[in-house]
């Protein structure tokens, strides 16, 4: 050994591989690993010997200062004293020949007893115990096997931990939360409990097995800890709180957060080396190394590639995660969070939408101090997204993570549509093309309209309209991209089943629910008094009953021609319903004529247009109003325009309603507008006083249009000049009226005082 490789400082120990109480969430027990049932229930000597001198041999060999153990199980106390304080007394003896020992215990605390808190004091045993919260959070899943509450068994220990002579070993709660809980009440149990430190953990969940959503909340687990962060806050911090303290910037994170190498392994019962924990959550046997500390040193198993890829800090991360501007900070999340079957670890966290507002609300609340100096500073990552955005148009790479981060929460959505669907045939299929053909999902559910169904189907206040279930469609419509051959029950609406990205099968008669048999380049359907085969042919005749997508060739790909997806109705006015073939080929080449407007005038403008724009819905003819254009919160990738033959205008009207779709997907993720603001604001391009996040997006959509017509008016085309000038005028006159509203978060001042800098240097292009 030649000491060469990175070493590692913290080891886990499974001293008692059972338990003595039976939550419902445990990885240990609960999820996809299963190995804690072949070993056996109690560390042998002989093993905690063996484990103790391969640490002790570690620490000599990297000449390690100190070295953590943690007690775990299982339960460690099912050890009973005596055998507690065997294995304490081998821990102790053996690795402080070499090093000082930090020995710590997870334990939930049922068992503590004055005896036992007395050998952990003089051991000097840190002691962390489970709970999570009050007694109706705590007992939700924290009970014993007979269903009975461990509420006041763990308040008893807390208190036996807290008493002066016992203190010492007072660690602190490790709560995992549940967003079904009240965190008001949550917070308080935590606080009353005088408690060093407490660890919030995220519940642990996979892409393939993704966490509780109880409603259309894309940030649901964001929103339950922001509350937690504000009541912190407001008292002053009065407990350490780790996960917040590590998502500040600088907060050194930890084994859940930032980048730091993982530097933890695992020694179960039988003795064998294992990775983290948490990754039991993953798939049978994930933690897995094959190693054991009878035959194999610290230094081999450091070097197992499980091991080693979560030391290569963000190299180790996936492609979203490296171009995402709060990487440093999250770190991608929780390793075992990144699970998907087929593609592996290679994934954002399956809480990303979550971590991402969750660091901006770190952020944002309380404000931090302003700047020292007049001069703006990028002292945030989230600040990087803002400032590119406050340019006017934004990075390629702003829209890969803001297009990223929205089907993250498409994900999210879909996997909470998923608890209320009748056909877990749907789910399962999703799940498996996830594996097999991952593009093919992922084309689906990037889909603009896929959102809006999910929301209306999720949220109970939404007007009436088509709530069918969306699993089968979106399931059936993946297979076709994939080729896969699959026989689905599709729920019919109208005698129309959709799928998105592809088309409609129309066919009078199908009843409310119809078979639907995938093959490759066709669809059986069977349902009321149909039976047909329908031949998925681009070039259908609608006598098939087969209505296929149109798009146009432009720069960026292909854009979609948005006509028959009955979820593009969402732009709060009457959408046009299926085009005629000349009606939609003229529109056709219209847009892919303002795509090559906006490239001649706006580059910049046109390069975050080919970054996310997928569709274009056409909006029903007004003859009163012949430019109207619209953009819906829940519908990234699209926009809507009345047909206009003229491109140059179109272009106009792209540009300005990408600004709000960019926009929008921001606001997902990032408080601008101070929660609650009610007041109004005067805009000189509206005669009502409107609302401060609609002036923010009238700003932030002229501010392109000023752009837009600054450029023609370099080129000498007409009244450009005049153009210029007004919407200049307008957007500066938003931007002022904004920044004395005081309606604005930090990050919006600073977001709008860097509008105002573009301003600035447009009126000085302009001259
Ligand atoms: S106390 Fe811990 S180890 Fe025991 S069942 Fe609950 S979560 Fe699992
Ligand atoms: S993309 Fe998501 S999971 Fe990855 S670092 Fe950013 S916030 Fe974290």
Request: charged share 20%; net charge negative; aromatic share 6%.
């Amino acid at each position: 050994m030649d000491g060469s490789c990175r070493p590692i400082s913290q080891f886990v120990l499974k001293v008692h591989s059972r338990c003595d109480l039976s939550c419902d969430h445990c990885y240990v027990y609960q999820h996809a690993d299963q190995t804690w049932r072949g070993r056996p229930a109690r560390m042998p000597p002989a093993t905690v010997r063996a484990a103790a001198l391969r640490i002790g041999e570690h620490a000599r060999d990297h000449g390690l200062p100190v070295v953590h153990v943690v007690l775990h199980g299982g339960e460690p106390l099912l050890l009973g004293a005596a055998g507690l304080r065997e294995v304490l007394a081998e821990l102790r003896t053996t690795i402080t020949e070499w090093t000082r020992l930090d020995l710590r215990m997870q334990t939930n605390g049922v068992l503590l007893d004055e005896e036992l808190c007395r050998l952990l004091v003089e051991y000097d045993v840190r002691v962390g115990v489970s709970f999570d919260g009050d007694r109706a959070a705590n007992d939700r899943h924290r009970v014993f096997a007979h269903g009975g509450s461990s509420h006041d068994h763990v308040r008893r220990a807390l208190a036996l931990l807290r008493r002066p002579e016992h203190r010492a070993s007072y660690a602190g709660i490790l709560c995992t939360i549940d967003v079904r809980n009240d965190p008001d009440r949550v917070y308080e149990a935590l606080l009353a409990e005088s408690p060093p430190r407490v660890d919030l953990l995220l519940p642990h969940a996979t892409w393939d097995d993704p966490p509780r959503r109880p409603g259309p909340d894309p940030t649901p687990y964001a929103d339950w800890l922001g509350r937690i962060h504000r009541r912190w806050v407001d008292d002053g911090r009065s407990m350490s709180i780790r996960m917040f303290e590590a998502l500040r910037p600088g907060g050194g994170g930890t084994e859940a957060f930032g980048l730091a190498p993982a530097d933890v392994l695992v020694v179960e019962a039988d003795g064998s080396w294992e990775q983290v924990d948490s990754l039991k959550t993953a798939y049978h046997g994930a933690a897995g190394t094959g190693f054991d500390v009878f035959d194999h040193p610290v230094d081999e198993v450091a070097e197992h590639p499980g091991v080693a890829v979560r030391q290569d800090g963000v190299d180790g991360l996936c492609a979203t995660c490296r171009s995402c501007p709060v990487v440093d900070r999250c770190g991608g999340g929780l390793y075992a969070h990144r699970w998907r079957t087929g593609s592996g670890f290679d994934n954002p966290s399956v809480y990303c939408p979550d971590l991402l507002r969750l660091i901006d609300t770190v952020d944002a609340y309380p404000p931090p101090a302003p700047p020292a100096s007049g001069e703006w500073s990028a002292t945030s990552p989230v600040d990087v997204v803002l400032d590119d955005l406050a340019t006017g148009h934004g990075s390629a790479s702003t829209l890969a993570v803001l297009a990223a981060t929205q089907l993250s929460i498409t994900r999210a959505l879909l996997v909470a549509a998923r608890d209320r669907s009748a056909t877990p045939a749907a789910w399962e299929l999703l799940v498996h093309l996830d594996r097999v053909a991952p593009e093919a999902v992922r084309a689906v559910l990037a889909h603009p309209f896929v959102r809006p169904w999910l929301v209306h189907r999720l949220d109970p206040s939404a007007p009436p309209g088509p709530a069918v279930d969306p699993l089968p469609a979106l399931a059936v419509a993946a297979a076709l991209r994939a080729g896969v051959p699959t026989v689905l029950p599709v729920p019919v609406r109208a005698d129309t089943i959709t799928l998105p990205t592809l088309g409609s099968l129309v066919l009078p008669g199908l009843g409310r629910s119809a078979e639907v048999t995938v093959r490759p380049g066709e669809v059986q359907v069977r349902g009321g008094s149909v039976a047909r085969t329908v031949l998925l042919d681009p070039l259908a005749s609608p006598s098939t009953g087969w209505f296929p997508t149109r798009d146009v060739p432009v720069p960026g790909g292909r854009l979609l021609l948005e006509d028959g997806d009955p979820y593009r109705d969402c732009y709060g006015q009457p959408v046009e319903s299926r085009l005629e073939v000349p009606v939609a080929r003229a529109l056709g080449r219209t847009l892919a004529a303002a795509w090559q407007v906006v490239h001649r005038d706006v580059p910049a403008h046109a390069a975050a247009l080919d970054g996310g724009l997928r569709a274009v819905v056409p909006l029903a003819p007004d003859p009163a109003r012949p430019l109207r254009s619209a953009t819906a919160r829940h519908a990234f990738g699209a926009v809507a325009v009345a047909p206009h033959a003229d491109p140059e205008t179109m272009a106009v009207l792209l540009v300005h309603e990408w600004q709000h779709a960019k926009l929008g997907a921001v606001l997902d993720l990032y408080d601008l507008v101070e929660p609650g603001q009610d007041g109004r604001i005067r805009v000189p391009w509206r005669p009502d006083p409107r609302p401060p996040e609609g002036v923010l997006q009238g700003v932030y959509a002229h501010l392109a249009v000023t752009q837009v017509w600054q450029s023609r008016a370099a080129h000498d085309q007409g009244d450009a000049s005049a153009h210029a000038a007004h919407f200049l005028g307008w957007t500066r006159d938003g931007v002022d009226a904004l920044l004395a509203s005081r309606s604005l978060t930090p990050a919006g001042e600073r977001f709008v005082g860097q509008l105002r800098h573009t301003l600035e240097e447009t009126r000085v292009g302009s001259r």
